[in-house]
C-alpha cells in the first residue's frame, strides 16, 4: 500500500513547513528594520548606539544561520516530494523509478543498467546455482552447500549460438541454517552490482563473490505479511523498478487429507530495496487471476518456480511448473508438470495463456536475450 502521509501533492504546496520557515524569517527583518529606525533617532547617545550595533551583529548572524537550517530542510522535502507532484501522472506502481545507472562498489564508478536497451553483443554471462534439498548438507561436517556454474552464450553467426563454460564448478558453502538444513538456492538474480541467491527453505538471501567463492547472508525473509516466525518458502526471483522481487509458489497452504485451506501464506511477495528495506505485499488476487485466465481455479492450483518481469517490454513472463484441476495430493502433485507461458501486462489487466512445447516441470527462466513478448 502506498502511504501517502508523507507525499505532498499540488493541493498542499507549498508545504506548511515551508510557510513557518519564511515567515520566522520574515519577523526576523522586520525587527531589523525597526532597529533601524531606532538607533537613526539617537544619534546623539553613543551608549545606545553602540548597544544597537551589537544587537543588529547579533541578529544578522541569527539570520544567516538560519537561511542555511531552511535551506537544507527545503532541499529535504523537495527531495521527499516527487518533482511530477501531479497524482493524475503517477504511477499506481510500488517502488516505480526510472533508474538508467547504479553504482557499483568501485568509487566513481557507474554502469549502464542493459534491461531495458536492445543492442547486439557476441557474448552473454549467465550463471547457475544447484538445490539440492537434503543432500546440501555435508555428511561430515556442520556444514551446506550448492553449487555454483558459469559460462557465456556466445554469437556464433546471426541467429546461432554456443555456450561456453568457464573451467570450474565452485563449491558454495554456509553454517547457517534452520532445522539442520540450508543453501537449497531456488533463484538467483542480478541485481545492481550484486549477485544475488536465495535459499527456499532458510528464507535467507545471499551474496554471491564468484571470484572467490563465497556467500554471505544479506537478509532473513520472514513468511506471509512478515510477522511470522517460519522463513519464507522463496521460490523465484526478479528485478523490477530497482527492486528485487521474490515470490513463493503461489498455491494456499492445504492440508493433504482434507483439501482445507490452513493459511495463505505462501501467496505473499517480497520487495527488498538497495538500503536492504523490505516490504511485504498480498498477491493472492493476483494469483487467482493467474489460475481463472489458466482455467485452474480453486482447489485446483498454479505452482509458480518461475517469474520473470522483462524491463524493456514491461511484461510478466510467467512459467508454471505445475498446474491442477483438482485439490492437492502429494502423489498427484508429482505428475502435474505444465507447458503453459503466461504473458500479463504490468498491472495483471490482460493475461494471455499459451502451450510451448511438451508438458515438462519447469523451475526457473531468466532471459539473458531481450525479446519481444510476441509469443
Same mark, same amino acid.
Given at each position: 500500500?502506498?502511504?501517502?502521509?508523507?507525499?505532498?501533492?499540488?493541493?498542499?504546496?507549498?508545504?506548511?513547513?515551508?510557510?513557518?520557515?519564511?515567515?520566522?524569517?520574515?519577523?526576523?527583518?522586520?525587527?531589523?528594520?525597526?532597529?533601524?529606525?531606532?538607533?537613526?533617532?539617537?544619534?546623539?547617545?553613543?551608549?545606545?548606539?553602540?548597544?544597537?550595533?551589537?544587537?543588529?551583529?547579533?541578529?544578522?548572524?541569527?539570520?544567516?544561520?538560519?537561511?542555511?537550517?531552511?535551506?537544507?530542510?527545503?532541499?529535504?522535502?523537495?527531495?521527499?516530494?516527487?518533482?511530477?507532484?501531479?497524482?493524475?501522472?503517477? #504511477?499506481?506502481?510500488?517502488?516505480?523509478?526510472?533508474?538508467?545507472?547504479?553504482?557499483?562498489? #568501485?568509487?566513481?564508478?557507474?554502469?549502464?543498467?542493459?534491461?531495458?536497451?536492445?543492442?547486439?553483443?557476441?557474448?552473454?554471462?549467465?550463471?547457475?546455482?544447484?538445490?539440492?534439498?537434503?543432500?546440501?548438507?555435508?555428511?561430515?561436517?556442520?556444514?551446506?552447500?550448492?553449487?555454483?556454474?558459469?559460462?557465456?552464450?556466445?554469437?556464433?553467426?546471426?541467429?546461432?549460438?554456443?555456450?561456453?563454460?568457464?573451467?570450474?564448478?565452485?563449491?558454495?558453502?554456509?553454517?547457517?541454517?534452520?532445522?539442520?538444513?540450508?543453501?537449497?538456492?531456488?533463484?538467483?538474480?542480478?541485481?545492481?552490482?550484486?549477485?544475488?541467491?536465495?535459499?527456499?527453505?532458510?528464507?535467507?538471501?545471499?551474496?554471491?563473490?564468484? #571470484?572467490?567463492?563465497?556467500?554471505?547472508?544479506?537478509?532473513?525473509?520472514?513468511?506471509?505479511?512478515?510477522?511470522?516466525?517460519?522463513?519464507?518458502?522463496?521460490?523465484?526471483?526478479?528485478?523490477?523498478?530497482?527492486?528485487?522481487?521474490?515470490?513463493?509458489?503461489?498455491?494456499?497452504?492445504?492440508?493433504?487429507?482434507?483439501?482445507?485451506?490452513?493459511?495463505?501464506?505462501?501467496?505473499?511477495?517480497?520487495?527488498?530495496?538497495?538500503?536492504?528495506?523490505?516490504?511485504?505485499?498480498?498477491?493472492?488476487?493476483?494469483?487467482?487471476?493467474?489460475?481463472?485466465?489458466?482455467?485452474?481455479?480453486?482447489?485446483?492450483?498454479?505452482?509458480?518456480?518461475?517469474?520473470?518481469?522483462?524491463?524493456?517490454?514491461?511484461?510478466?513472463?510467467?512459467?508454471?511448473?505445475?498446474?491442477?484441476?483438482?485439490?492437492?495430493?502429494?502423489?498427484?502433485?508429482?505428475?502435474?508438470?505444465?507447458?503453459?507461458?503466461?504473458?500479463?501486462?504490468?498491472?495483471?489487466?490482460?493475461?494471455?495463456?499459451?502451450?510451448?512445447?511438451?508438458?515438462?516441470?519447469?523451475?526457473?527462466?531468466?532471459?539473458?536475450?531481450?525479446?519481444?513478448?510476441?509469443?
Amino acid at each position: 500500500m502506498l502511504n501517502s502521509s508523507t507525499l505532498y501533492y499540488n493541493k498542499h504546496w507549498p508545504p506548511p513547513q515551508l510557510e513557518v520557515i519564511s515567515g520566522a524569517t520574515a519577523c526576523v527583518f522586520l525587527v531589523i528594520r525597526v532597529l533601524l529606525g531606532r538607533l537613526n533617532a539617537m544619534e546623539s547617545n553613543n551608549a545606545y548606539v553602540i548597544v544597537m550595533i551589537l544587537m543588529l551583529a547579533m541578529m544578522f548572524q541569527q539570520v544567516i544561520q538560519q537561511s542555511r537550517y531552511n535551506s537544507d530542510i527545503i532541499d529535504k522535502l523537495l527531495g521527499a516530494v516527487n518533482v511530477k507532484h501531479d497524482p493524475r501522472k503517477q #504511477k499506481n506502481t510500488i517502488g516505480e523509478q526510472s533508474m538508467s545507472y547504479y553504482y557499483t562498489m #568501485k568509487k566513481r564508478v557507474v554502469e549502464v543498467d542493459s534491461a531495458k536497451l536492445i543492442f547486439q553483443a557476441d557474448s552473454h554471462r549467465f550463471a547457475m546455482v544447484t538445490d539440492m534439498d537434503i543432500k546440501s548438507r555435508d555428511p561430515n561436517k556442520f556444514l551446506w552447500k550448492s553449487l555454483f556454474k558459469s559460462g557465456s552464450l556466445v554469437r556464433v553467426s546471426e541467429d546461432k549460438y554456443h555456450i561456453q563454460w568457464d573451467e570450474d564448478v565452485q563449491t558454495l558453502t554456509s553454517r547457517t541454517a534452520t532445522k539442520n538444513r540450508s543453501m537449497e538456492l531456488s533463484a538467483l538474480v542480478r541485481y545492481r552490482h550484486w549477485l544475488l541467491a536465495f535459499c527456499d527453505y532458510t528464507g535467507l538471501v545471499f551474496k554471491i563473490l564468484p #571470484k572467490t567463492s563465497s556467500v554471505f547472508q544479506r537478509h532473513a525473509i520472514a513468511d506471509g505479511d512478515g510477522e511470522r516466525a517460519k522463513p519464507m518458502k522463496i521460490e523465484w526471483a526478479t528485478v523490477k523498478d530497482d527492486l528485487v522481487w521474490i515470490g513463493s509458489n503461489g498455491k494456499e497452504w492445504t492440508d493433504e487429507k482434507t483439501g482445507k485451506v490452513l493459511h495463505e501464506n505462501t501467496m505473499w511477495v517480497k520487495t527488498i530495496d538497495a538500503n536492504g528495506k523490505i516490504s511485504n505485499i498480498n498477491w493472492e488476487m493476483i494469483y487467482r487471476a493467474l489460475r481463472t485466465a489458466a482455467n485452474s481455479t480453486f482447489p485446483g492450483y498454479l505452482w509458480h518456480e518461475a517469474v520473470h518481469w522483462d524491463a524493456r517490454t514491461k511484461h510478466w513472463i510467467i512459467l508454471p511448473r505445475k498446474q491442477s484441476h483438482s485439490h492437492y495430493t502429494p502423489e498427484d502433485d508429482e505428475k502435474r508438470g505444465t507447458n503453459i507461458l503466461i504473458i500479463a501486462n504490468e498491472d495483471f489487466t490482460e493475461i494471455k495463456i499459451s502451450e510451448i512445447g511438451p508438458k515438462e516441470p519447469v523451475s526457473k527462466s531468466h532471459f539473458s536475450l531481450r525479446t519481444s513478448c510476441g509469443l
